[in-house]
């Protein structure tokens, strides 16, 4: 009786909930297999983190319906936290937004952006929530190249001048999922020039930040007049493992913060109180926590580079985030193909790269969510000994 909108049907089902399916299957089949696939860590949030949570369930205030804007004490942490990571200063009160994660976030922006015939610009390879978020508002959709040649920063110049004129935003995430890269100060200072000069607004998702080994990455709000301009997104769920609770915040221009919070007063009604208080815990009390994770994802990347390199990988980028982005061995050509390998013959459930739009083919994103005594010896087989 009732069908997709034609927006909705532009949409392939979302690449999660189809690799979640086909674990299903496996369950159901009584087949074990290795879960590589989601960016959902296996690592519990902080100990304060869940206490807090859960003695602030209890406050009556809390059980009510929360404001929009979020508590108070909720964004003087965040700027609190802003000013020590980045030394940026944000005023809480028309620069700071606590959003229900940020992919809700993300959605939500273009609906107060969007006018017909408008267009956002998402990376590819890139976490499919910006594509969906365009195609949901009504936008068409321009996909940013990321070439490995380009070490995954995409060419602005490339960009048409048809799409420009009627760009609204533009969606870039560094540290980067798929492709682990971070991004140069010198990119993201183009960047922001590219966008004021095309009033352009500039979502820099940073839900990967604090996911790094070596250089810390930076905020676009570092960056001379970024706040013209630029939107930064942060989420809790990566930083502190707590992506169960949907937390996050948006930061920077404040007219962009305006628009979001409009929409979100239309949409929802702000975040669970007890969750709020787990959050100001999290940002006000765990940067020990954070150098521990670093830790253990530094050593489970080692563990897995090296089952990669011993199974006859040859090339593969694990920069930061807790991903491995590796190019597909010979013989294969199709991520899907590769993946449909790996689960058959590896029982292990990676992401093909294709599923984070078509440059991301010829890779596969493996995601460091297992203890590392599980990543040593992953493969069971070399595959360049495979008869194909
Ligand atoms: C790049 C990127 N942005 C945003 C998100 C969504 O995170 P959240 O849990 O805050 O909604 C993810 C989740 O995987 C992500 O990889």
């Known amino acids: 009786m009732f069908d997709f909108s034609k927006n909705l049907k532009k949409l392939p089902p979302y690449l999660f909930a189809a690799i979640d399916d086909k674990k299903s299957l496996l369950r159901k089949k009584g087949v074990k297999f290795l879960d590589l696939s989601v960016g959902d860590p296996d690592i519990p949030a902080p100990e304060n983190v869940v206490k ?8 009556k205030s809390n059980q009510k319906y929360a404001s929009n804007k979020g508590k108070s004490q909720l964004r003087k942490s965040i700027k609190k936290w802003m000013k020590k990571r980045f030394k940026v200063n944000l005023d809480e009160e028309s620069q700071i937004l606590p959003v229900l994660g940020t992919k809700e ?32 508002s009504g936008a068409r959709v321009y996909q940013l190249p990321l070439l490995e040649k380009n070490n995954f920063l995409p060419d602005l110049e490339k960009i048409p001048e048809s799409v420009k004129k009627r760009a609204k935003i533009i969606y870039l995430n560094y540290p980067n999922n798929p492709t682990t ?21 500039l979502v820099w998702d940073n ?47 404040p007219d962009a913060v305006n628009i979001l919070a409009k929409v979100k007063s239309n949409v929802d009604s702000g975040i669970f109180g007890a969750v709020q208080d787990a959050a100001i815990t999290a940002l006000d009390k765990n940067a020990a ?15 897995l580079l090296e089952a990669l390199k ?51 083919e010829g890779f596969i994103r493996f995601a460091l969510t ?5 990543l040593k010896n992953i493969f069971k087989k070399k595959i360049s000994d495979l008869d194909i």
């Open 207 to 253: 839900a990967y930040s604090e996911i790094y080994y070596d250089k810390k990455p930076l905020s676009i709000l570092q960056i001379k007049d970024a706040k013209k301009v630029a939107l930064e997104f942060h989420s809790l769920s990566k930083t502190f493992c707590m992506t169960g609770f949907r937390i996050g915040w948006v930061c920077g221009n």
């Open 52 to 59: 807090v949570l859960s003695k602030s369930a209890k406050i």
């Open 181 to 201: 890269v971070s991004a140069p100060r010198s990119f993201m200072k183009k960047v922001v020039k590219f966008c004021l000069k095309n009033k352009i607004l």
């Open 310 to 360: 011993k199974a006859g990988f040859k090339k593969f980028y694990a920069n930061s985030t807790f991903y491995v982005w590796a190019k597909l061995p010979a013989p294969f050509k199709s991520s899907l193909e590769f993946s449909r390998y790996l689960i058959e013959e590896e029982k292990i459930v990676a992401t093909p790269g294709v599923g984070f739009g078509k440059y991301g």
């Open 370 to 374: 297992v203890d590392k005594s599980k």
């Open 105 to 136: 976030a993300l959605a939500h922006l273009p609906v107060g952006l969007i006018n017909t015939g408008d267009y956002i610009i998402t990376p590819s390879p890139g976490y499919p929530g910006y594509r969906a978020a365009g195609v949901l």
């Open 289 to 303: 926590y954070v150098t521990n994770l670093r830790k253990i994802f530094n050593q489970r990347r080692k563990y």
